[in-house]
């Protein structure tokens, strides 16, 4: 080897390639759509608008650069009094939106998970055949970016020239996997209202839930379903709510996973249908268009070399910032929520009941993370005049949990159960459960070795440079350390000064020997 080529040579490093996919945005963006839309001629002229049932559906999203968009629109149901007289009416409107969240970072490379959910909705008559429609929308968006991270473990052949390293195991929490499944299943569902008279479907929801999920090879199996909630209108001019779980069961492919990994999953509407079967109309025909979206994270261990040097040549290292990511937690939390719901009249009954769940806001108090949730409740009741009405009411759901402060929490609630209201005096009381489900993660930043490069000979026992060296080890100063300065090695100090586990002794003359 010549004298420039030895000033000048790059070692070379087992190197370790992590194939990972790293969160680019995670945010919620709430707005507002509004339509003016003309009453259908074959409905009658409007008297007043009594209620608003609205189904918020994922119509596409995508991933772009520098932004992940998502698309949807707004199934609204306007149930009214006509002028004409008579029993309640029903109108439908139809509201598209699109949205779109800064994600630095991102490219169409990328992968985008989306949660669409209607606040509330309400409508105005600005005449008998002119309706001001509002719906008010929170999207759920999660941007993610494939990244290939690379990280020396160490250094090959160290022996030839003495190389001495410095290793450290540490633990990674990441995402592995981004997938998703668009699925759909049909249902008949057998409606247990009135006495045997004809009946209408005047407004359905639904609301998809996923209750359970594990990973087995290469296969994602998840089980949920679709909480139905329908309102339907007997032949007198009545309303009643009818409540409906439609199960499934479906199997995702995750390919290229290990063992142990864990998954979140979220299940999103893409189309409702709910179509009467029969003259009776008490036989509806479910069609549920849903798209699973899953991510998977492990555990993963991770090898960096953090320094190096070598005992007989001069050294350059060259180094960089390595992020990894620590779970903190992973779990659920159900806030129980009981409200007097204040209605200015002695309500007489409730008709149906819903809870519509919009944006989470973080806040930290010292170690603690505050989650604010919003939940919109809705009521159909009949006054004491048995006139129905419809009531809304913003309330605040608080979830406090146990996070270091500037860790990236993760979340969506969920309304699993069922929405209990009855009137009391002074109004309706409502009794429901939040579900806050979250991912809590802690960044990590750590120096490693990315490079380097061996010079010139090390000086030794020529010189100023003593062959053997007398000296006080100074506080918080390590084996590795005295090594690095003196170009010997850790084993060296230890068996020259009969030391025991590595513990450098305090007040202690040590004697550092150079390297044999």
């Known amino acids: 080897m010549g004298k420039g080529e030895e ?57 772009r650069e520098g932004a992940a968009a998502v698309s949807g629109s707004v199934r609204a149901v306007l149930l009214y009094q006509p002028e004409e007289g008579g029993g309640l009416r029903r109108m439908e409107a139809a509201l598209p939106f699109s949205a779109q969240l800064e994600a630095p970072g991102l490219t169409e490379q990328g992968r985008v998970h989306a949660c669409v959910r209607l606040r509330g909705a309400e409508a105005r008559a600005l005449n008998p055949r002119k309706v001001l429609l509002r719906a ?43 997938q998703e499944k668009p699925f759909t299943f049909l249902e008949q569902v057998r409606l247990n209202v009135g006495q045997g008279e004809p009946v209408q479907l005047a407004a359905c929801r639904a609301v998809p839930l996923c209750g359970e999920s594990r990973l087995i090879g290469s296969k994602l199996i998840f089980k949920g379903a679709g909480e139905l909630q329908l309102l339907v209108q007997e032949a007198g001019g009545g309303l009643n709510a009818c409540r409906e779980n439609l199960p499934f069961s479906q199997i995702m492919e995750v390919p290229g996973l290990g063992e142990g990994g864990e998954c979140r999953m979220a299940v999103e509407l893409t189309q409702l249908s709910c179509q009467p079967a029969g003259e009776d109309g008490r036989t509806v025909e479910v069609a549920l268009d849903l798209l699973a979206q899953a991510q998977v994270w492990s555990r993963r261990p991770v090898t960096l070399l953090q320094d190096l040097y070598s005992t007989a040549l001069q050294t350059q290292v060259e180094r960089e910032e390595q992020v990894l990511w620590q779970l903190v937690e992973q779990s659920s939390r159900t806030q129980n929520v009981r409200e007097l719901l204040e209605t200015g009249s002695l309500p007489r009954s409730v008709t149906d009941s819903w809870v519509s769940l919009g944006e989470i806001r973080r806040n930290w108090e010292g170690d603690q993370l505050v989650l604010e949730g919003e939940a919109r409740v809705t009521i159909l009741y009949l006054d004491e005049n048995d006139a129905l009405q419809a009531l809304q009411r913003p309330l605040t759901v608080s979830c406090r949990l146990d996070a270091p402060e500037g860790a990236r929490c993760c979340c969506r609630t969920a309304c699993s159960g069922e929405v209990f209201a009855a009137p009391s005096a002074g109004g309706i009381e409502v009794r429901f459960a939040v579900d806050f489900q979250f991912l809590i993660l802690r960044e990590q930043h750590t120096t490693a070795v990315c490079g380097a490069a061996l010079g010139e000979p090390r000086t030794r026992g020529e010189g100023d440079q003593p062959s053997v060296v007398l000296r006080l080890a100074s506080p918080g100063e390590g084996l590795w350390e005295l090594a690095k300065a003196y170009g010997t090695t850790t084993e060296q100090i230890v068996q020259a000064n009969g030391l025991e586990e590595g513990q450098l002794p305090l007040g202690r003359m040590l004697l550092i020997p150079s390297v044999r």
């Open 7 to 63: 000033l000048h040579m790059e070692l070379e490093f087992d190197r370790d390639v992590i194939h990972c996919w790293e969160i680019a945005a995670d945010g919620t963006l709430c707005q507002e759509e509004t339509l003016e839309t003309i009453v259908p001629d074959a409905c009658p002229d409007i008297l007043r608008i009594v209620a608003v049932c609205g189904q918020a559906t994922l119509n596409g999203k995508q991933a």
């Open 136 to 178: 008010d929308l929170a999207v759920d968006v999660t941007a993610f970016q494939p990244r290939e991270r690379v990280c020396c473990q160490g250094v090959l052949e160290p022996e030839e020239h003495g190389v001495q390293q410095r290793v450290t195991e540490q633990e990674s929490y990441q995402l592995e996997a981004v």
